[in-house]
């Protein structure tokens, strides 16, 4: 039975490491709709230059960025209206089951940076 749970844990234990998953990030308020989608392009360009994203795709009210530094990780920054008429800025960054969790975090990390300078 030891032999089999050792196994077991073994032939399971990638799956362990590296997981599908989410991260979502509240980045504050802003002004209005336009101030937060060219923020947000701003610092996928930044994170660009720095290290690598794929693809920059800008939109009304959200900025998409696909393949940064990996395949594996995809974001998406989204301006919505919250409370009193303030425009809320999220980012989410998504991992494959390619992608690692610390990664990820790593990557959320970076990006706040940059949104912070």
């Known amino acids: 039975m030891r032999k089999f749970i050792a196994a ?9 490491v590296s997981a599908e998953g989410f991260t979502i990030s509240d980045l504050g308020s802003m002004q209005n709709e336009t101030s ?4 947000a392009a701003r610092m996928f360009r ?19 960025a696909f393949d940064l530094k990996t395949a594996e990780y995809d974001a998406v920054v989204s301006c919505n209206y919250g409370p009193n008429s303030q425009v809320r800025a999220t980012m989410v960054v998504y991992s494959s089951n390619q992608g ?6 790593r990557i959320v990390a970076q990006l706040k940076n940059i949104w912070g300078n």
């Open 100 to 105: 690692s969790e610390d990664e990820r975090t």
């Open 46 to 64: 930044e994170y660009n230059r720095q290290v690598s994203v794929r693809q920059i795709t800008p939109g009304n009210w959200s900025v998409m």
């Open 36 to 39: 937060c989608v060219d923020r």
């Open 8 to 16: 077991l844990l073994i032939a399971t234990a990638p799956s362990l």
